[in-house]
């Protein structure tokens, strides 16, 4: 969350005046020119343009007459579409200071416009963008799924599959809450919503799935499931799509080696493009709709560890520099290539990554003075990805956060 950045209705309301049917009143409450003692100014702010759905913010209110504060002035709030925050008071009056504050909460994910406004038609608006989510994560020790809200000092609750036979997550839908899943031996799969609890049975082809937590992808819509695929004599296979069920399967790619057999998948924004790593460590793409894979340029790393994709269509891939060397950086790339790759974070311990819905990114880290010391699950919020938000400090085996949409 970039807490620095605060939107005020003066530059707003020139774009959105109209389609909100009101314009900020500088002068006397009737509109007209009057005098200069008569002018009144309102100008709102926000702690915060960027909420996750259960964040709050204080949004402050101040108003002036003649340039000086208008106490015991009555102020009305409302939000653009209705029920995206939650409002603490719904009016609220000005103090000796001219002042007046509610604070909101994120409700629904969706950009908005909180207004404040006099009697008199004196109005002024704030734009808050509203996001949603939640981090899935795993303790490798004890194989335990948790979910925790993508928020600071979040508090983690255990994932109920609803039943006692161990579940293993090989992928997650974008943008939705579905799991996909198998047993222990890797014999039976499920797509698993966390939302409902229900589950779907997936039978694959002979093709087969591989192992590995990051194997499938599940789009958007929850019709489609992405896979690694592997043979029955575990050989590596190349990459399936089919429907959410296993019917229909269609090879998107075929590795003419075994270096080139994909060992992670993930699935674009736009659900058009599958980014996948291969065992070598390399990045590579392929349509959806079919076609040729092409390499992705990492600028010179050798392994690549986890990616995923941002909203623009570039990808971030956590990569090393050299093998067995090299502190693990986080890149991120234009798969078209017009563009040079970029560190997007400085050097670090850090490996899995994921993306939230306003392009924050959630990694987990473990202290590079201490590789036995708790394992911290941190978030970087866009767009300068300078602060680091603590989310979920669990424990050294605590590993590859996932974001999942409500």
């Not at 939000?79 to 000005?94: F, K």
């Not at 966390?194 to 799935?209: K, N, Q």
Request: hydrophobic share 40%.
């Amino acid at each position: 969350m970039n807490w620095h950045r605060v939107l005020t209705g003066a530059a707003l309301l020139g774009l959105l005046g109209l389609a909100l049917g009101c314009a900020s009143t500088p002068s006397g409450d009737d509109g007209g020119d009057g005098d200069a003692q008569d002018q009144t100014s309102l100008q709102v702010s926000a702690t915060a343009s960027e909420l996750n759905v259960g964040e709050t913010a204080t949004v402050t209110a101040e108003l002036t007459t003649g340039g000086s504060p208008a106490s015991g002035t009555a102020l009305s709030w409302s939000v653009t579409p209705p029920g995206a925050l939650t409002l603490s008071a719904a009016a609220s009056t000005t103090d000796g200071a001219g002042r007046a504050a509610i604070t909101v909460e994120g409700a629904q994910p969706v950009s908005c416009v909180l207004q404040a406004s006099t009697a008199g038609g004196t109005v002024d608006t704030v734009s808050i963008a509203v996001a949603a989510g939640r981090m899935l994560f795993v303790n490798e020790s004890t194989g335990e799924y948790f979910t925790a809200p993508n928020t600071s000092s979040a508090t983690a609750t255990a994932v109920d599959f609803g039943t006692d036979e161990i579940r293993f997550v090989l992928g997650h839908q974008v943008g939705g809450t579905r799991l996909f899943l198998s047993d222990e031996l890797g014999e039976t799969f499920w797509v698993h919503d966390l939302a409902t609890g229900a589950g779907t049975e997936f039978t694959p082809d002979e093709s087969g799935v591989a192992t590995g937590p990051f194997v499938a992808a599940i789009g958007s819509d929850g019709s489609q499931v992405v896979r690694a695929s592997e043979t029955s004599s575990g050989a590596a296979g190349g990459i399936v799509v089919s429907s959410a069920s296993g019917t229909e399967p269609t090879e998107l790619y075929a590795p003419e080696a075994a270096e080139n057999a994909p060992t992670a998948v993930s699935l674009s924004p736009d659900g058009a493009t599958v980014a996948f790593i291969t065992a070598s460590g390399a990045v590579m793409t392929v349509p959806l709709a079919g076609g040729d894979a092409a390499a992705v340029d990492l600028d010179g790393a050798e392994i690549a560890n986890s990616l995923a994709w941002l909203s623009s269509g570039d990808l971030l891939v956590s990569v090393r520099r050299s093998a067995g060397a090299g502190e693990p950086t986080i890149l991120r790339v234009d798969v078209d290539g017009l563009d040079d790759p970029t560190e997007l974070i400085d050097p670090g311990t850090r490996s899995f990554i994921a993306v939230d819905s306003l392009d924050n990114v959630i990694y987990d880290d473990v202290p590079a003075t201490d590789p036995s010391a708790p394992r911290v699950i941190n978030r970087r919020d866009s767009p300068s990805y300078a602060a680091v938000a603590a989310l979920v400090q669990r424990g050294a085996d605590s590993r590859q956060p996932r974001f999942l949409a409500p």
